[in-house]
């Protein structure tokens, strides 16, 4: 298994410019997340999926869009890109979810700057 | 609000100098405290589930407690390759999803 991969592992966006990060996942899991982290800070949840067709926001979903059409696959949409958006986004996923406390297993990351 | 703090924010050891690393809480009722390693890029790493006071988990040199308060990690004669931040996250009882502590980032030096 390959677990949680996400792509592209670097990006620079123009202030403005528009993208997708995506993000895959091979283990059947239920519940896929995405989560930005700055430094010195906690990760913070930008929006989450209890399955396919399924979305809700997190603690910081604003500028940020998702979708989740099949249960591998959950992309991330950044519209007009803003300096503050620069971060490192990570995807993750776990079998299930509340009220049961199951573990979350994390993809490789995307670091992304916006200029 | 739920809370998550870790302290200290960054440890150095030597080799072989055993150690404790603090994750504090507050939240409305606890679910799972999770435990995660996190290598420079890359992603966490998952280490341990605890779900109730008074349990504990252990893998290789790595042990972490559980209180009503807080967690430890306890890292018993480090290595080098212990050397990663090491981050805390809780589930609370009505909460839909983690939330994380800023880490600790552990040096091991040889």
């Known amino acids: 298994n390959a677990g949680v991969t996400q792509t592209p592992k670097f990006r620079i966006l123009k202030i403005g410019q528009s993208m997708t990060l995506q993000c895959a996942q091979d283990?059947?899991?239920?519940?896929m997340y995405w989560y930005r982290q700055d430094p010195g800070m906690g990760l913070k949840l930008i929006y989450y999926?209890?399955?396919?067709?399924?979305?809700d926001k997190g603690e910081v979903p604003n500028g940020y869009n998702v979708s989740r059409s099949t249960t591998e696959d959950f992309p991330l949409r950044l519209e007009l890109a803003a300096p503050s958006q620069t971060s490192v986004y990570f995807c993750?996923?776990?079998?299930?979810?509340?009220?049961?406390?199951?573990?979350?297993?994390f993809g490789p990351g995307t670091r992304l700057t916006v200029t | 609000e739920d809370q998550v703090t870790q302290s200290p924010e960054a440890l150095r050891l030597q080799e072989g100098e055993s150690s404790s690393l603090n994750c504090s809480y507050t939240?409305?009722?606890?679910?799972?405290l999770f435990w995660y390693r996190q290598d420079p890029g890359k992603g966490p790493e998952f280490l341990f589930t605890?779900?109730?006071a008074g349990e504990e988990k252990e893998k290789e040199r790595l042990k972490a407690t559980l209180t009503k308060k807080e967690s430890f990690l306890h890292i018993t004669a480090p290595k080098p390759e212990d050397s990663a931040t090491y981050l805390c996250?809780?589930?609370?009882?009505?909460?839909?999803?983690?939330?994380f502590g800023p880490g600790t980032r552990l040096s091991v030096l040889p």
């Open positions: 993750a996923s776990s079998l299930a979810g509340p009220p049961v406390p199951y573990e979350q297993y």
């Open positions: 283990m059947n899991h239920n519940y």
């Open positions: 999926s209890v399955g396919a067709g399924i979305t």
């Open positions: 939240v409305s009722g606890l679910r799972g």
């Open positions: 605890l779900y109730s």
């Open positions: 996250a809780v589930q609370a009882n009505y909460g839909q999803n983690f939330v």
